[in-house]
């Protein structure tokens, strides 16, 4: 069984064991957290497609760790002008498992 779902503005579509990583969620290590909404499920033959989400459907994960992301290095130079600037950053992410999808 798989589904899609949407969070932090990005859409993803995932199965039951699946490991991912999101935007900065509150929750502590080991807690338990519902993802959503749903906006598509199914398993092989009979798919759900929701306008915009999927009502009865449900994804559960686990929080396994909230740690920073890797940097994302941005530079910007300008021809001839001798000016320069690096600027890097480490967003903050939330690392889960996928539990269920109900």
């Not at 009502?55 to 001839?80: H, N, S």
């Amino acid at each position: 069984m798989f589904a899609i779902f949407a969070a932090g503005g990005k859409q993803f579509k995932v199965a039951e064991g699946d490991i991912i990583d999101l935007q900065r969620m509150d929750g502590e290590v080991g807690s338990q957290v519902d993802l959503g909404p749903v906006l598509m499920s199914g398993d092989g033959s009979e798919v759900k497609i929701g306008a915009p989400a999927v009502e009865d459907t449900k994804v559960t994960a686990t929080i396994l760790a909230q740690a920073q992301g890797p940097k994302v290095i941005t530079f910007k130079g300008r021809k001839r002008k001798d000016s320069r600037t690096k600027k890097g950053s480490r967003q903050m992410i939330t690392t889960v498992k996928i539990v269920s999808i109900k």
